[in-house]
């Protein structure tokens, strides 16, 4: 007997525990985001995320880049100086989806190679501080929008159990007892995707939950902008803090195959 949208919203959602056994096993779970953005899917294997979403199992998957070691293994292979690949670094930690040109004839990691097609690379790279548990104990994931292909991404956890197979856990974390001021009356959405360009030009790729309130990509893009010009000085001496578990230099010798 096939499983119905009712069965799936009937069964219970998973705790962190429960998440990170379930990823340690190459699963697929799905895990909320900070508003304004909707939940993610996310998997040490790009062919897990794409088989969770039910689409083709080599469509190229977004890079979650939140360890700070990742994005020191792939600098190199960025088509960008020093000062574009800082404004690459900000755009993650912003919880922006971004784009970064990568270089002709560079040696790429295997692990990267999921999240790069026509020479763009793309990754993701929130951590919000309720997923860091999970997160630094996995260094390298896929990540893409928990939605089936064609619905919209889930922006609840009854959202995610009712659209997802019971296959596909789904992560459950506490509502916060306050909502943050500066997302309040924002509509979840996926997130902002911008495309970076070698120039340090940012382009708006994607609609998305940063945007939403702006009438024209324009208008945004001179917002981020200035936002960037304001946090250059303390962003570019800055660094990431140190996670658990360090991110493979060179092959998946160490991670389940993609």
């Known amino acids: 007997m096939s499983e119905t949208p009712k069965d799936r919203a009937d069964r219970a959602p998973v705790s962190l525990v429960q998440a990170g056994r379930a990823l340690r096993d190459g699963t697929a779970v799905v895990v909320p985001n900070a508003a304004p953005l909707t939940h993610v899917v996310t998997a040490p294997r790009a062919r897990s995320v794409n088989e969770a979403k039910g689409r083709p199992v080599d469509q190229p998957v977004a890079l979650w880049a939140h360890h700070p070691d990742t994005l020191r293994a792939l600098e190199h292979i960025w088509k960008l100086g020093t000062e574009q690949s800082a404004k690459a670094r900000w755009l993650l930690q912003e919880r922006f989806t971004v784009l970064v040109p990568v270089q002709d ?68 974390l506490p509502e916060p007892e306050e909502p943050d001021a500066a997302t309040a009356g924002m509509e979840r959405r996926a997130t902002t995707t911008v495309r970076l360009h070698p120039d340090g030009r940012m382009e708006l790729h994607r609609h998305g939950a940063q945007d939403q ?46």
């Open 213 to 258: 309130h702006y009438a024209t990509p324009a208008h945004y893009l001179q917002q981020l902008q200035a936002r960037y010009t304001q946090a250059a000085p303390h962003h570019a001496t800055g660094r990431a803090p140190s996670a658990a578990s360090s991110v493979p230099s060179r092959s998946t010798a160490e991670l389940p195959e993609g």
């Open 105 to 172: 004839g560079t040696d790429t990691p295997d692990w990267a190679s999921p999240a790069i097609k026509d020479g763009w690379m793309l990754m993701f790279g929130a951590r919000w501080q309720p997923l860091r548990p999970l997160l630094d104990e996995h260094p390298v994931l896929y990540v893409s929008s928990a939605n089936r292909t064609g619905h919209p991404p889930a922006a609840t956890t009854a959202d995610a159990l009712a659209m997802f197979p019971a296959t596909v856990p789904v992560l459950a």
